[in-house]
């Protein structure tokens, strides 16, 4: 019986009690008994919830008496009725999709809210009647945006009710994920485990170590295109079906990088290089663009530009179609946090190769900023990569004489159980050595001019004192330097001779700048080398301190545009190289092509022998020398200001940036952060550091939880170590970086 037809027979009781007229007339006319009528109102008020209070109202009564019938008849016609129906049962509609792209199938299901999850999936399989495995599917909350994976939990604990529209889809769906080279390849991945757990599906997958390290982000929109891609039928991008290449969705396509294999004959490890390399496309190297495809995907991005590119990062706490993901969806697989913990060439052929084209392409588009004779240096090594990825007969990937692990391991267990060399730990002691010369200081302050002015320089543990000559070193410093903490950053020009260095010094509001300038590359590699390893909090008596000076001297080789002594200039006539391939193409623009293939074989002597993976590891090296690598960037707004801020997050710091010039304002370490929390409610973001500094701010091109998530997944890996194995504590990862919302 309809709302309306209810309230009509009431309003005809009414209209009878006041004319006097008899309830069983009115029936008549109606046709209905008088014993009919109030069994149909009692029925109708009973599926309807809100007229359950029909059986106790004053109006019940009124019916009773004017048609004649007993109290007590409605209130048993009302536990019959009820009785018949079923109080908490109603009707629930459920879209079962199906895998292979069939049309999805809709029911309808009466169920009770004590009714747990696996029951209904049960009733929904056996009504469905289809054989086929429905092992995969589970239910999606559309409404909610929420999976049913709780099997045991009921209906009623979910607060599923008669609007909820369920679906009954598969879990595991094809997505198209644009790698760090630019490849496009489709995969069957999870959408209904977290972020987190997927990326880590998909690296085990592809064969790259360190999950951790990447995540997922959504493609920046591009406004210009949308019309373009409207008018193109035919697929953009050359798509690699995983899954064909893997035997199906689940298998690896390689087994031989993920980790050390053994043999099943001898128990040896199988992890040598020459054994696997070249066996995973992943692992190759993509050939460069020419300048037209490359100038198309050029675009100059300004700090907002990259703040709103920023903001497409997924939470690593939800799961894909929570976020909005549906299938067969475009996401580019990205390296996130810019720590990259114990690449070795010999299990990290994927991730080496990957690492280096996400830094190639950062370069070539100019989403990180270099001198034009770093990106002659980067041009070299391209260069160098490209010509021994297409020969034919490729340079050894590894210099290195093959050692069997297990006697190595062994070696070095044997070493340390006899303590080492007492030699030179007793060295390392007593013995720490000091630096001492004659250097240029300058310390930028508003509205001044000072050039270098040259001092007597002494660096002795951790600290740099500076005197007016070296007569007066003996004396009392002008000033100290304690580097614990600091940032060091080179300030480098081969060409035209410019060796400096700029320390960012921590201090109660932020980061004071000063930059040191050396006479020549050796006294720059030995001080910039003091200077880093200070700033972890280590000393020059380091057996690490030698190798990192070489470390510069090798890369201040690299930009140096001379070849190397021996080596005669290359004739760039009988060379053939598209140079505007490998620069960017603002850079290409700059110079003329004959100009330009010169510059860059000149560059290229100098690390002409370098072997593949040695030259891709120097590339990623570079890059991460780079000031501005690793930076994110973020519109915020500061509690307390007035306008819109740039926030940049890095791996070990956080950058106040006016937006409007450009120049970093303010600088925090998350060395000196004590904690951090966030205000869910007006999504407010509060950090607090030593000495009595407490920031706050708001996200304004992004959810507050991506900030989040970056400071909590640096903090959280930092916390790795080489002791540990490969196995993460993913519930401390959601701790630190989940919303509590």
């Not at 009414?14 to 029936?27: D, N, P, Q, T």
């Not at 060399?421 to 930028?444: K, N, V």
């Not at 060091?488 to 410019?498: M, Q, R, Y």
């Amino acid at each position: 019986m309809s709302l309306h037809l209810f309230v009509h027979q009431i309003s005809i009781v009414k209209k009878c009690r006041e004319i006097g007229a008899v309830c069983g007339e009115c029936c008549f006319f109606h046709g209905l008994s008088c014993t009919r009528f109030v069994s149909l109102l009692v029925t109708h008020s009973t599926a309807v919830p809100s007229l359950l209070l029909l059986h106790s109202s004053p109006l019940s009564y009124l019916i009773c008496k004017l048609c004649s019938v007993s109290p007590l008849y409605f209130q048993n016609r009302a536990m019959i009725t009820a009785a018949e129906i079923g109080e908490t049962s109603w009707e629930l509609s459920v879209q079962v999709d199906q895998k292979d792209g069939d049309e999805s199938m809709k029911f309808k299901m009466r169920v009770k809210g004590d009714l747990h999850i696996g029951g209904l999936m049960l009733k929904l399989v056996e009504k469905i009647r289809a054989p086929q495995d429905w092992s995969d599917h589970a239910l999606w909350w559309e409404q909610r945006k929420c999976w049913l994976l709780k099997t045991h939990w009921t209906l009623d604990k979910y607060g599923i009710q008669a609007d909820a529209f369920l679906r009954y889809t598969p879990q595991h769906k094809p997505l198209l994920l644009q790698l760090p080279n630019m490849k496009t390849i489709k995969m069957t991945v999870s959408f209904s485990t977290v972020v987190f757990k997927t990326v880590s599906e998909i690296c085990r997958l592809l064969n790259i170590r360190r999950s951790e390290e990447l995540s997922l982000l959504k493609p920046p929109d591009d406004p210009s295109k949308k019309k373009k891609k409207k008018d193109k039928n035919s697929p953009q991008d050359d798509i690699w079906d995983i899954d064909l290449l893997s035997g199906g969705p689940g298998g690896p396509m390689y087994s031989k990088t993920m980790t050390a294999t053994y043999d099943p004959e001898n128990g040896m490890p199988v992890s040598a290089t020459s054994l696997w390399f070249g066996e995973n496309p992943l692992a190759e190297s993509q050939p460069n663009l020419p300048p037209a495809e490359l100038a198309k995907l050029y675009q100059p991005l300004s700090l907002v530009d990259k703040a709103v590119n920023n903001a497409g990062w997924l939470d690593s706490s939800r799961s894909l179609m929570e976020q909005d993901i549906q299938d067969e969806d475009k996401l580019l697989l990205r390296f996130k946090y810019n720590v990259f913990f114990d690449l070795n060439p010999k299990y990290d052929a994927v991730r080496i190769t990957q690492l280096y084209e996400q830094a190639r392409w950062s370069i070539l588009l100019e989403e990180i900023d270099c001198t034009e004779e770093e990106m002659l240096m980067f041009a070299s090594l391209q260069y160098h990569i490209c010509k021994l990825t297409m020969s034919s007969e490729p340079m050894d990937n590894s210099n290195e004489p093959e050692i069997d692990e297990v006697e190595a391991a062994l070696s070095s267990l044997e070493v340390t159980l006899e303590g080492g060399l007492p030699d030179r730990i007793l060295e390392d002691i007593t013995d720490i050595p000091e630096l001492a010369d004659s250097l240029r200081l300058f310390r930028p302050k508003r509205l001044t001019l000072r050039p270098y002015k040259e001092y007597w320089f002494v660096f002795k543990d951790t600290t740099i004192s500076y005197f007016k000559n070296k007569e007066a070193a003996g004396g009392e410093p002008i000033e100290q330097f304690h580097l614990r903490g600091c940032e060091v950053v080179p300030d480098v020009n081969v060409t035209d001779k410019k060796f400096g260095i700029k320390l960012l010094l921590p201090v109660a509001d932020g980061m004071n700048e000063v930059y040191i300038r050396c006479d020549n590359e050796t006294q720059y590699a030995k001080w910039k080398a003091a200077c880093i390893l200070a700033s972890k909090g280590k000393t020059m008596a380091y057996s690490s301190y030698k190798s990192e000076v070489k470390n510069i001297q090798s890369f201040l080789q690299m930009k140096s545009l001379a070849p190397p002594p021996g080596q005669a200039t290359p004739d760039i006539d009988t060379m053939e190289m598209n140079a505007e391939c490998f620069v960017s193409p603002r850079y290409a623009k700059k110079h003329k092509t004959k100009q330009l293939t010169a510059r860059i074989l000149e560059a290229h002597q100098n690390i002409a022998r370098l072997s593949l993976m040695d030259a891709k590891m120097r590339f990623i090296q570079a890059w991460q020398s780079l000031p501005e690598f690793g930076i994110n960037y973020y519109i915020v707004r500061f509690k307390g200001g007035k306008k819109d801020e740039i926030l940049g997050i890095s791996y070990n710091r956080l950058i106040r940036i006016d937006m409007s010039s450009g120049l970093p304002v303010t600088t925090w370490r998350f060395a000196n952060m004590k904690q951090w929390n966030v205000n869910w409610e007006i999504r407010q973001v509060t950090i607090e550091f030593d000495q009595n500094v407490t920031i706050a701010f708001c996200c304004l091109s992004c959810d507050c939880k991506v900030v989040h998530e970056f400071i909590g997944g640096y903090i959280f890996l930092s916390t790795r170590a080489k002791d540990q194995n490969e196995t993460l504590d993913e519930e401390l990862f959601h701790k630190l970086t989940g919303g509590q919302e």
